[in-house]
Nanobody, 119 residues
Framework: QLQASGGGLVQPGGSLRLSCAAS????????MAWYRQAPGKQRELVAT???????NYADSVKGRFTISRDNAKNTMYLQMNSLKPEDTAVHYC???????????????WGQGTQVTVSS
């Protein structure tokens, strides 16, 4: 299970930090990612991070957002700075998780957290 948190209302230029905690009987977690979906738009990829810490970002957030993870805590973060109104969306976390007793990784989604950037 993935639990996303940290969303809220912030003024343009402000910052928020999202968290995504994986819980349950976990053997390992491979790639993790943040997606977002604005009203009336398709879900889009925001940033990805491998188990080794390699990252990739959508062009729209490069230089403003930073994805990170704490493997010991099975938790991923998204530090969002210089927020713009166009960043307003429900943000979802995603991860490939290998449960204990299983031999493959399964795709898990978090429940989403709302980020609203408005003055």
């Amino acid at each position: 299970q993935l639990q996303a948190s940290g969303g809220g209302l912030v003024q343009p230029g402000g910052s928020l930090r999202l968290s995504c905690a994986a819980s349950g009987s976990i053997f390992s977690i491979n790639d993790m990612a943040w997606y977002r979906q604005a009203p009336g738009k398709q879900r889009e990829l925001v940033a990805t991070i491998t188990s080794g810490g390699s990252t990739n970002y959508a062009d729209s957030v490069k230089g403003r957002f930073t994805i990170s993870r704490d493997n010991a805590k099975n938790t991923m973060y998204l530090q969002m700075n210089s927020l713009k109104p166009e960043d307003t969306a429900v943000h979802y976390c995603f991860a490939w998780v290998r449960p204990l007793g299983k031999t493959i990784h399964y795709a898990y989604w978090g429940q989403g957290t709302q980020v609203t950037v408005s003055s």
